[in-house]
């Protein structure tokens, strides 16, 4: 079986650049470079979509990219909190059953773990309460 291969951020800005020189398509850079036309097209379709973000990937990350990526992740993160909290408004004053049957309607939405960090519950107790319930 072939190892998959992995290109540089470079290497698909080349290829995109070469593929829009006049009398070049894309066929043709895709046969030179030895890549897929169809993986080709893609690289084409993302550096269209952002320019400025195409290519981003998970690899060799400047610490700008790293950082960005870590705060986009806690900002999800807050909003899903905010959300959570929105929703089970009251429900901190309710007895434990009330919220255990807020993260039975809510386990689609989010993981019952998560639920019971943000409302402060031992994950422990809502297991035992879904045992006898």
Not at 21 to 43: F, N, T
Not at 80 to 97: C, F, N, T, V
Not at 124 to 129: G, L, P
């Amino acid at each position: 079986m072939r190892e998959r291969r992995k290109f540089t951020r470079e290497f698909k800005r080349e290829a995109v650049r070469l593929s829009r020189q006049p009398g070049r398509g894309i066929g043709e850079v895709a046969k030179s470079l030895d890549v897929g036309e169809c993986l080709r097209r893609r690289w084409q379709d993302e550096f269209a979509a952002d320019v400025g973000s195409a290519f981003a990937g998970t690899g060799k990350q400047t610490g700008l990219e790293a950082e960005n990526r870590k705060l986009r992740a806690e900002v999800d993160r807050l909003r899903m909190e905010r959300e959570i909290l929105k929703k089970s408004d009251g429900l901190l004053r309710e007895g434990a059953a009330m919220k255990y049957s807020f993260f039975e309607d809510h386990r689609a939405t989010w993981s019952i773990t998560f639920e019971c960090e943000v409302l402060a519950v031992s994950r422990s107790e809502y297991d035992a309460w879904r045992r006898i319930r």
